[in-house]
């Protein structure tokens, strides 16, 4: 079971910045994907950055260029920057992580996906 802990939300004015961090802590077997997700009341939560163990990115249109996503593997852990902040980025940010576990049965080697959230942290910008 992997815990993750999120921080750093808060209230900011527009054009403001701030960074979200998430640590991952428990029984980890080989944590590949973490993410950062939002979602407002009413709405699906939607998928706002995610990054691999290699590095490789991924942002939604809407923060692209405005944030940053970064990992340290070693510390399992994932940081959001987030620059020139807008109101419609109010939500409450979830960190996501997939565990993946690998099981061997003879000569076969089985993985299984697990993916976890957070608590989520509260973003408010005003305008």
């Known amino acids: 079971q992997v815990h993750l802990v999120e921080s750093g939300g808060g209230l900011v004015e527009a054009g403001g910045s701030l960074r979200l961090s998430c640590v991952a802590s428990?029984?980890?077997?080989?944590?590949?994907?973490m993410a950062w997700y939002r979602q407002v009341p009413g709405k699906q939560r939607e998928l706002v950055a995610e990054?691999?163990?290699?590095?490789?990115?991924n942002y939604a249109d809407s923060v692209k260029h405005r944030f940053t996503i970064s990992r340290d593997n070693a510390k399992n852990t994932v940081s959001l920057q987030m620059t020139v902040l807008k109101p419609e980025d109010t939500a409450i940010y979830y960190c996501?992580?997939?565990?993946?576990?690998?099981?061997?049965?003879?000569?076969?080697?089985?993985?299984?996906?697990?993916?976890?959230w957070g608590q989520g942290t509260q973003v408010t910008v005003s305008s």
């Open positions: 996501k992580a997939t565990d993946v576990e690998s099981i061997g049965y003879g000569f076969r080697v089985s993985t299984y996906e697990y993916h976890y």
């Open positions: 428990g029984t980890i077997n080989n944590i590949t994907t």
């Open positions: 990054t691999t163990p290699g590095g490789t990115t």
